[in-house]
């Protein structure tokens, strides 16, 4: 285990500690308030590794565990997040050096934010490997675990006011978002992504939401990116003659 780049990927992962810490305390105390103890909590936190996960089980739970809404709720969780194995899809070619337990970790892991992280310090720094994705995620998930169990256990005593947890979010992701933006081209392609997000939800709002905005998105951003790729080529081809 090399301590250098556990401390390179714990400061890397810092900035969405302070998101995951303080949604994942919004997420603890939703989800005691349904009977969750600290051990049920630490349970879901790691191997339903999912934000989203603890909100919606919150509230799909209010009425009770029974068979019938167990199955509800395990479908809900995994369609909902379904968009994790295109990010996983993403990312394969950069970790191919991670074999056996530490892929199963990778996969189980990973998110939103961190696919984010990993995606850009694979762009920007070429020291970037499988292991340091690899510890990003399971920083991550410990900065998930502290909060949700913070919020399980205060949540019992203090009132915590649950709308802040809708506010961090938005702001986690407008700041990944941001941190994404290089060019014109990627600009252009985070309008369409705003402009995509409004019609689809507009239209629809269930469970396949995200999986349909990230498919039009990714689509509508490789015709753009080979659009330009072939108007370089001529460029170059062009300058030659």
Avoid: H
């Amino acid at each position: 285990m090399n301590l250098k780049k556990i401390k390179k990927a714990l400061i890397t992962a810092l900035p969405i500690a302070f998101c995951y810490v303080s949604l994942g305390f919004i997420g603890g105390t939703m989800i005691s308030k349904v009977g969750f103890n600290l051990l049920d909590i630490t349970l879901i936190t790691i191997f339903v590794f999912s934000g989203s996960a603890v909100f919606i089980a919150s509230n799909m739970l209010i009425g009770g565990i029974n068979p019938q809404i167990s199955i509800y709720l395990t479908l809900t969780i995994i369609i909902t997040n379904l968009r994790n194995t295109l990010y996983s899809s993403a990312l394969v070619n950069d970790t191919k050096n991670l074999k056996g337990w530490k892929k199963l970790v990778f996969s189980m892991f990973i998110a939103d934010e961190t696919f984010a992280i990993n995606k850009t310090c694979y762009e920007n720094d070429p020291e970037w490997d499988g292991d340091l994705a690899l510890y990003v995620n399971i920083f991550s998930c410990i900065f998930g675990l502290i909060g949700n169990l913070l919020g399980g256990f205060f949540g019992q005593i203090i009132d915590i006011p649950l709308d802040m947890g809708t506010f961090m979010m938005s702001s986690m992701f407008v700041i990944l978002a941001v941190l994404q933006v290089k060019n014109k081209q990627d600009l252009l392609i985070l309008v369409i992504a705003i402009l995509v997000s409004f019609v689809v939800l507009y239209i629809y709002q269930g469970g396949l939401d995200l999986i349909i905005v990230a498919l039009i998105v990714t689509s509508i951003g490789y015709f753009i990116d080979k659009n330009n790729e072939n108007k370089k080529g001529r460029l170059v081809n062009t300058d030659e003659r």
